[in-house]
């Protein structure tokens, strides 16, 4: 009843005559010539209240996860290890084309992720060890992982970027052992 009275009060009505006018339903409730006695918006008190209400139900606002650490592959590590289940061919995406070589790797916390194999030529086989980085391939839908090149039983390529990139890092590791 408190509640009535003081609505009523912050909109400078007559509560006894407002209230008649609600009891009969042929009646209209018209709030002619009303004025706002005060704001219709919650204290800052309030606000603190409804807050520590909606922590005490929800409990605290949990910190937004960084991009590595939402990455569900390397846990927020550079790289994990796994093995080699199936081996299989995916089409990319519009607007690219050509058949993209990936495998299905278990991971060491036994996950199995659908990885890329970067570069021309692989010797992959099943249950072959490999080291994935969690690096998605766009073009590929599913594929959140890439298997690292020149690690554990993947060897690096024979032809293509790659392989020219390796040549050229072993020419200048002989010319500074020199």
């Known amino acids: 009843m408190n509640r009535f009275f003081s609505l009523f009060t912050r909109l400078s009505i007559n509560p006894i005559r407002a209230s008649t006018s609600f009891a009969s339903p042929f009646l209209k409730p018209t709030f002619l010539n009303t004025t706002l006695s005060k704001p219709f918006h919650a204290t800052v008190p309030q606000n603190i209240n409804n807050y520590l209400q909606w922590m005490r139900q929800k409990g605290p606002p949990k910190p937004k996860l960084s991009r590595r650490k939402r990455n569900k592959v390397s846990h927020g590590t550079s790289t994990t290890n796994g093995t080699v289940i199936k081996l ?78 390796s040549q050229r890092m072993k020419k200048l590791r002989a010319k500074l052992s020199n």
Do not use: W
Request: aromatic letters at 6%.
């Open 88 to 165: 299989v061919i995916k089409r990319p995406a519009k607007p690219n084309s050509g058949n993209k070589k990936c495998a299905y790797v278990k991971l060491v916390t036994g996950k199995k992720v659908l990885c890329y194999i970067p570069g021309e030529g692989h010797n992959l086989q099943e249950h072959s060890k490999v080291a994935v980085i969690g690096k998605r391939k766009r073009d590929i839908r599913g594929c959140k992982a890439r298997i690292v090149r020149g690690r554990y039983d993947c060897n690096l390529p024979r032809s293509g970027k790659m392989f020219k990139k």
